[in-house]
């Protein structure tokens, strides 16, 4: 069941949480309302990426890039 929510302490960014199809939960922390309105589109538009890739393997990657 998809489910996705958006909260924002003063003084803080927002924080939004989603899950997929699939039951996968994922979180991000956006300066803007509209960043993390688009992120959580983002996250059901390509879930069935995300379920295929190697989230140790992005995260490496990732991590490589900085």
Known sequence: MREFSITRKEGEFYNAKVTDSYGNEYQNWFEHAHQANDWI???WENED????VN???LLAKALKNC
């Open 55 to 57: 989230s140790q393997e």
């Open 49 to 52: 990426w995300f379920n295929s």
């Open 41 to 43: 589109y983002h996250v």
